[in-house]
């Protein structure tokens, strides 16, 4: 079997408090490599830490569109400073979220602007959290998408005329779980018809459990199933997928790289 990656995880969650029990869950069903994600400055600093203490664990660091007031020259230079730590692959998950609209959309647009010029600063590529609010996201990435390191849409929501643009402009769009709801049928077809090498395979554990798990807790061992539901949709083989959507996460997030950098000079 090949290696596969969850590449957008939670593991600061009190959900993955015996954290050793998950990892070696997630080894079983071959998932090497683990990307946590933050979502506001306590669970980025989280993130960091988990990942320098863990060979299979990476981070990104940033702030929700949720999070978007939490963002202020001081918040922003502590962002900095996590964002140049070593095991960090990218800033993220930032981004605008007008379905639960928890914050006001001009602070979203606001917040995303500090930290894509953040990402930019220092070299960074860029996890995304879009909902319903592509048009948007299109009109603001223009002005960064030259001088971004790499651009990754998690949790894809859009349509495939959407999808479309964003391969166009050299996106990489992130498969949950959900792709396994006999209803996600939008998701199916941007799946079907999207190149491979522009897939990646995420969980957003603890959220969106994939069939045969819904109703529980997500978990990184559980992307085996986005995986083999992937394969199912694109008719290719299992390892096939495994094996493309690693590389795919290996190069958008430098990982290799990363990797050495850390455990070669440590
Ligand atoms: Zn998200
Ligand atoms: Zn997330």
């Given at each position: 079997m090949e290696a596969l990656i969850d590449t957008h995880a939670h593991l600061d969650f009190?959900?993955?408090s015996d954290l050793e029990a998950v990892l070696s869950r997630a080894a079983q069903k071959g998932?090497?490599?683990?990307?946590?994600?933050?979502?506001?400055?306590?669970?980025?600093?989280?993130a960091v830490e988990l990942a320098q203490s863990r060979p299979e664990l990476y981070a990104t660091v940033g702030i929700h569109p949720h999070d978007a007031f939490d963002l202020d020259p001081r918040s922003l230079d502590r962002l900095r400073d996590l964002a140049r730590r070593d095991r960090v692959l990218a800033v993220g998950e930032i981004g605008?979220?007008?379905?639960?609209?928890?914050?006001?959309?001009?602070?979203?647009?606001?917040?995303?602007?500090?930290?894509?010029?953040?990402?930019?600063?220092?070299?960074?590529?860029?996890?995304?959290?879009i909902r319903d609010?592509?048009?948007?996201?299109?009109?603001?990435?223009?002005?960064?998408?030259g001088s971004l390191q790499g651009v990754v849409l998690h949790c894809f929501s859009g349509d495939w005329?959407?999808?479309r643009r964003c391969l166009d402009l050299g996106f990489y769009l992130s498969v949950p779980g959900t792709v396994t709801f006999p209803k996600a049928t939008k998701l199916q077809e941007v799946v079907r018809?999207?190149?491979?090498?522009?897939?990646?395979?995420?969980?957003?554990?603890?959220?969106?459990?994939?069939?045969?798990?819904?109703?529980?807790?997500?978990?990184?061992?559980?992307?085996?199933?986005?995986?083999?539901?992937?394969?199912?949709?694109r008719g290719a083989s299992l390892t096939e997928v495994a094996r493309q959507t690693t590389r795919n996460a290996h190069g958008v997030f430098?990982?290799?790289?990363?990797?050495?950098?850390?455990?070669?000079s440590a």
């Open positions: 009190p959900e993955f998932v090497a490599e683990i990307i946590t994600i933050g979502i506001d400055l306590p669970s980025s600093a989280k605008l979220d007008y379905y639960r609209d928890r914050q006001p959309r001009p602070l979203q647009r606001e917040c995303l602007h500090r930290q894509l010029e953040l990402a930019c600063e220092v070299g960074l590529p860029v996890v995304f959290h609010a592509y048009d948007d996201f299109m009109s603001i990435i223009k002005t960064y998408v005329a959407i999808a018809r999207a190149p491979l090498d522009r897939l990646l395979l995420e969980t957003d554990a603890p959220y969106l459990t994939p069939v045969p798990f819904r109703g529980k807790p997500n978990e990184p061992s559980y992307v085996f199933h986005t995986a083999e539901k992937v394969a199912e949709l430098r990982m290799e790289e990363t990797q050495s950098s850390r455990w070669v």
